[in-house]
Each structure stands twice: as structure tokens, then as C-alpha cells.
């Protein structure tokens, strides 16, 4: 006799009072089971909604310069977002971005804007998790001279950083100075600040045709995993250029990891070259803070407090 038929018999055999309660018990076991699946429905449905609602299409517009520098930031709109709606745009601006120097001689606002879109798009899988909150990237387009050294690059950009934060600071409209607001490297024991440099573009072809069709390649090498420890080890032979991560502002009294010692004036910046097929992965290590960002930082109100500090400060310039 199998097991159905056995179990079928002895509940058949059964006091009347026993079969009683064990329909009764399996009654409420349905319900119960129907209940769960049905809010477990729902939550995925909510989930689905949620999905839904989330910005899905890149939007690149231009972005605050103290010094009106071309500088265009890349982050995510609802496809139905009306690009004129200036205040639907300020409440769906992230206020976590990167900022990406274009330091090569021929740096140009267009290419500056296909770039903040083509790393935007190209570098989402190494930047996304579940946890995270989204982002923007910023490229600002800040041509020097071929002759500039690495030294004179990195200077030049964290000088212009600096100044940038605290103009935006400044900006009068709070909740806009907050969707413009330039992050710091909150997790990061040794270095308050970050940014990347790019130092060397290889175009396809010479620049007079379309930027899209120039960036073509471009886009292609951000997401180009099997080139990327090349890029990290040998940048100069990456195919389409390479960019400068710059760390600074060190913490007050930091030390050395590896010898303990006190990291002096001269530990004060530290910076490292790669091809840009490593792009995904520095934007990648840099977004580990990113959810103590939007879980602390912004509301717990140290961001308030920065904005409403530099409010007061800037009436009483006034």
C-alpha cells in the first residue's frame, strides 16, 4: 500500500472527533498558506511598481563652474521627464557624483558632454548594487597645454576642485546646492578627496566629424573587462588613453598602513595612472561609500549642516 493510500485509510478509520480537528487544522494551514503567497504577490508587485518609478534614461546637462569651465554632468531622469522642468530635474539630480578632469590639449565642451554620457552608461554594471544610491558623473573640460607635466595636471585640477566645491557651497537655493553637492571620501581613512584625470585621449579619426563617432571607441574600452589589468599595469598601451586618480586633502594625523609611521607634508597627494579600460573599476572602489552616504551623511544632516554653515557664512560676506 503506498503512503497516500495509508494515510487516506487511517484518517478514513478515524474517530469522528479526530478527523474533525485535522480538517480543521489543514483549513487553517490553506489559509495561512494562501495569505502568505498572496502578501508575498503583493511585495513583488510593489517591488515591480518601485522598478517602475526608478529613473531608467540618461540625461547629460551642464553643471555649475565657478570659473565657467564647460562641465557637464550625467545621471538618470524618468523617460516622461520634461528636460525644460528645472525643479523635476533638481529632485531627481543625485547629490553623490564624480568628477572627471578632460586635461588634454584638445578637451572641447562636446567631447566633454559625449563623455560624461559614454562613462555614465558604459561603467553602470561595476558601479550599480542593490544597497547603492544612484549618482551622477561630472566631466569638466579643462584644456592644457601638451607641455603641462603630470604634477602641473594634478595641481591644476585639485585647485580648481577645491574652489568648485566651495562655490557650490555657496549657491544660494539650498536644496540646488544639495543636488549639486561635491562628496567626500567619507570611508577613506587617509584621503578627504578624489577625482580623475584624463591626460590622454586617442580619437578615432581627427576630431572634425561627429563627437559620438569620435567616442566611439572610447566607449567601448570603460567596460572592457579583459583589457582592464593591462590598463592598470601598462596604461600606456591602452588603445584609447588614460586618466590620472588623484587622492588629497589627508586626514588629520593619518598613518602609513605599512610602516606606521606619520605621513608627512610629503604624503599629502597621492596619484596613480591607468588606461581607461580601469575607469569601472576606480568608479567602482570609490562608490563603496556610497551607502553610508545616503544612510548617514545625508540623513543624519551633516549635509544640512555644510550647506546651512556656508548660507550663513555667505550673508555674512554679504
Given at each position: 500500500?503506498?503512503?497516500h493510500?495509508?494515510?487516506n485509510?487511517?484518517?478514513?478509520?478515524?474517530p469522528?472527533s479526530?478527523?474533525?480537528?485535522?480538517?480543521?487544522?489543514?483549513?487553517?494551514e490553506?489559509?495561512?498558506?494562501?495569505e502568505?503567497?498572496?502578501a508575498?504577490?503583493?511585495?513583488?508587485e510593489e517591488?515591480?511598481?518601485?522598478?517602475r518609478?526608478?529613473?531608467n534614461?540618461t540625461?547629460?546637462?551642464?553643471a555649475?563652474?565657478?570659473?565657467?569651465?564647460?562641465?557637464?554632468?550625467a545621471?538618470?531622469?524618468?523617460?516622461?521627464?520634461?528636460?525644460?522642468?528645472?525643479?523635476a530635474?533638481?529632485?531627481?539630480?543625485?547629490?553623490?557624483?564624480f568628477?572627471?578632469?578632460?586635461?588634454?590639449?584638445?578637451?572641447?565642451?562636446?567631447r566633454?558632454a559625449q563623455l560624461?554620457?559614454?562613462?555614465?552608461?558604459?561603467?553602470?554594471t561595476?558601479r550599480?548594487?542593490i544597497r547603492?544610491g544612484a549618482d551622477?558623473?561630472e566631466?569638466v573640460?579643462l584644456p592644457?597645454p601638451?607641455?603641462?607635466?603630470l604634477n602641473?595636471r594634478?595641481e591644476?585640477?585639485?585647485?580648481?576642485?577645491?574652489?568648485?566645491y566651495?562655490?557650490?557651497?555657496?549657491i544660494?537655493?539650498?536644496a540646488?546646492a544639495a543636488?549639486?553637492?561635491?562628496?567626500?571620501?567619507?570611508m577613506?581613512r587617509?584621503?578627504?578627496?578624489r577625482?580623475?584625470?584624463?591626460?590622454?585621449i586617442?580619437?578615432?579619426g581627427d576630431?572634425?566629424?561627429d563627437?559620438?563617432a569620435?567616442?566611439a571607441?572610447?566607449k567601448g574600452s570603460f567596460?572592457n573587462?579583459?583589457?582592464?589589468l593591462e590598463?592598470?599595469?601598462?596604461p600606456?598601451?591602452s588603445?584609447?588613453?588614460s586618466?590620472?586618480?588623484?587622492n588629497w586633502?589627508?586626514?588629520?594625523?593619518?598613518?602609513?598602513?605599512?610602516?606606521r609611521?606619520y605621513?608627512?607634508?610629503?604624503?599629502?597627494?597621492?596619484?596613480?595612472?591607468?588606461g581607461?579600460e580601469?575607469?569601472?573599476?576606480r568608479?567602482?572602489?570609490m562608490?563603496?561609500?556610497?551607502?553610508?552616504?545616503y544612510?548617514h551623511?545625508?540623513p543624519d544632516?551633516?549635509?544640512?549642516?555644510?550647506?546651512?554653515?556656508?548660507g550663513?557664512?555667505?550673508?555674512?560676506?554679504l
Amino acid at each position: 500500500m503506498c503512503h497516500h493510500c495509508f494515510d487516506n485509510k487511517r484518517l478514513d478509520g478515524a474517530p469522528p472527533s479526530m478527523r474533525a480537528k485535522d480538517v480543521a487544522r489543514r483549513r487553517i494551514e490553506e489559509a495561512t498558506r494562501l495569505e502568505r503567497e498572496r502578501a508575498e504577490e503583493d511585495e513583488e508587485e510593489e517591488e515591480k511598481k518601485e522598478k517602475r518609478h526608478l529613473p531608467n534614461e540618461t540625461f547629460v546637462q551642464a553643471a555649475p563652474s565657478h570659473d565657467g569651465a564647460p562641465t557637464f554632468a550625467a545621471y538618470q531622469i524618468h523617460d516622461d521627464t520634461p528636460e525644460s522642468d528645472l525643479s523635476a530635474l533638481q529632485a531627481l539630480r543625485p547629490p553623490f557624483g564624480f568628477v572627471v578632469y578632460d586635461t588634454t590639449e584638445t578637451a572641447r565642451p562636446a567631447r566633454s558632454a559625449q563623455l560624461a554620457r559614454a562613462l555614465f552608461d558604459h561603467t553602470k554594471t561595476e558601479r550599480t548594487k542593490i544597497r547603492y544610491g544612484a549618482d551622477r558623473i561630472e566631466v569638466v573640460t579643462l584644456p592644457l597645454p601638451i607641455t603641462f607635466s603630470l604634477n602641473q595636471r594634478v595641481e591644476t585640477c585639485t585647485r580648481h576642485y577645491d574652489a568648485e566645491y566651495q562655490s557650490r557651497l555657496r549657491i544660494a537655493d539650498k536644496a540646488e546646492a544639495a543636488s549639486w553637492f561635491l562628496a567626500e571620501r567619507i570611508m577613506d581613512r587617509q584621503f578627504a578627496r578624489r577625482a580623475f584625470v584624463i591626460d590622454c585621449i586617442k580619437e578615432d579619426g581627427d576630431g572634425s566629424e561627429d563627437e559620438s563617432a569620435v567616442m566611439a571607441s572610447w566607449k567601448g574600452s570603460f567596460s572592457n573587462v579583459d583589457q582592464e589589468l593591462e590598463a592598470v599595469m601598462q596604461p600606456n598601451l591602452s588603445n584609447t588613453g588614460s586618466f590620472v586618480e588623484i587622492n588629497w586633502q589627508p586626514r588629520k594625523g593619518i598613518w602609513n598602513f605599512w610602516n606606521r609611521e606619520y605621513c608627512g607634508p610629503e604624503d599629502s597627494m597621492s596619484s596613480c595612472r591607468f588606461g581607461s579600460e580601469a575607469f569601472g573599476d576606480r568608479f567602482q572602489e570609490m562608490r563603496d561609500a556610497i551607502e553610508v552616504f545616503y544612510n548617514h551623511f545625508v540623513p543624519d544632516g551633516i549635509l544640512d549642516r555644510r550647506l546651512d554653515q556656508a548660507g550663513a557664512a555667505r550673508i555674512v560676506a554679504l
